[in-house]
């Protein structure tokens, strides 16, 4: 591919940092979860191996497998879907998985190799989860195996996207209450609920672990949630955005007044102009709908507009205003480049979507750069 992305690996451990002296160093679990956010699970643990996390989440079993070839001797939890076919690669990997429905429960109870698990409490979300109203009854089945059991598990539905949190905080007084459940059992479980936003914004659900997430990356969960940061603690916590997403310029050419430019013929050349071709397309991950939206890209330090409709696997850029642009310069699609600064909220916005979904759709086959310290 003709783009590559940089990781700074300083940035992920301040950020990692940031979030230790919120929550705990003994709490953190950052999550490294599909393709650690678009910015490459290899790459991003390498650059967190010297923090030592004590924790890393992640989705899938395999992503577990991968971390445990990269060296990680720590605990690791697999907080995605966990389904029955999957519980001895699990256990193989000693991968702590979360389980809420009474299917995978009875055939996790049923194996012969059990590994660690979490129970997982739907206090609101309406995803995965038991009731909190059967967690007596949960935790009463789950007596004769309590050494394995190490866990219970809720997660937030609306936390990052308002400034008021009184959903939340029913929902962490359901939650409470299957905590309690199970210590009454006599189980000794770690709790954990928090994510980036809920770390950030609400103290009281910090519990035993933090699954630090969007924001171990650098950047807010929403504007709201840094708005709310602001108004709790009066000045904001310091997130360094660690990816930035380059390409180069493949063709250089003169477009003529009337002409147009792109698929569907949706841009029009008002007067002579000259654009260069950017080997980057919806394919890679920009997205399709971030063209003719005022969207642009960074090239010698200016913004260049984008004209006409992202490609498969190309854009066209206005470089009229920017003098000896060539074949072979660097575009930047996301990040800095002098003065000048694209943030992955930003380029979301003109594609109608978040910075979770830009960031974690950048093509896995696109080279990650991890920049040293």
Not at 123 to 131: H, I, K, L, N, V
Not at 148 to 176: C, I, P, W
Not at 270 to 299: D, K, Q, W
Request: proline letters at 4%; one cysteine or more; charged letters at 20%.
């Amino acid at each position: 591919m003709l783009s590559w992305i940089e990781i700074d690996a300083a940035a992920l451990r301040h950020n990692y940092r940031q979030f230790a002296k919120l929550a705990g160093r003994e709490r953190m679990a950052p999550v490294l979860k599909s393709n650690a956010y678009g910015h490459g699970l290899e790459a991003v643990y390498r650059a967190l191996e010297s923090e030592r996390p004590p924790w890393i989440c992640v989705v899938y079993v395999s992503e577990a497998e991968a971390l445990r070839k990269l060296g990680y001797q720590g605990r690791i939890l697999v907080a995605g879907a966990a389904v029955s076919r999957e519980l001895e690669r699990a256990a193989a990997a000693s991968a702590e998985l979360v389980v809420g429905h009474d299917d995978v429960l009875t055939a996790w109870m049923q194996s012969t190799r059990k590994g660690r698990i979490h129970v997982k409490f739907d206090t609101g979300m309406s995803r995965q989860g038991f009731a909190p109203d059967e967690a007596t009854r949960v935790a009463s089945l789950l007596k004769p195996h309590r050494e394995q059991v190490v866990g219970v598990a809720t997660h937030f539905a609306n936390v990052e996207d308002v400034t008021e949190h009184g959903y939340a905080d029913q929902q962490l007084k359901s939650f409470t209450k299957a905590v309690k459940a199970f210590r009454d059992a006599g189980l000794s479980v770690l709790a954990h609920a928090a994510s980036s936003a809920s770390t950030l914004l609400l103290d009281e659900a910090h519990f035993d672990l933090a699954r630090v997430g969007v924001s171990l990356y650098g950047v807010w969960p929403s504007p709201v949630t840094k708005v709310s940061y602001l108004q709790l603690h009066k000045k904001l916590i310091e997130l360094k955005p660690a990816l930035t997403w380059r390409t180069e310029a493949t063709t250089v050419k003169a477009v003529a007044a009337g002409q147009f430019i792109g698929y569907g013929c949706t841009f029009r050349a008002l007067h002579p102009m000259r654009i260069a071709v950017l080997p980057v397309g919806y394919f890679e991950g920009f997205p399709r709908l971030a063209g003719n939206h005022g969207s642009h890209v960074l090239m010698k330090g200016h913004r260049c507009p984008i004209v006409g409709r992202i490609c498969m696997n190309m854009m066209m850029v206005d470089v009229t205003h920017v003098p000896g642009v060539k074949v072979g310069d660097v575009a930047t699609l996301i990040g800095t480049d002098g003065d000048e600064t694209l943030s992955a909220h930003e380029v979301a916005a003109w594609a109608q979507t978040i910075h979770y979904e830009l960031l974690s759709r950048i093509h896995p086959d696109i080279p990650r750069r991890l920049t040293p310290a």
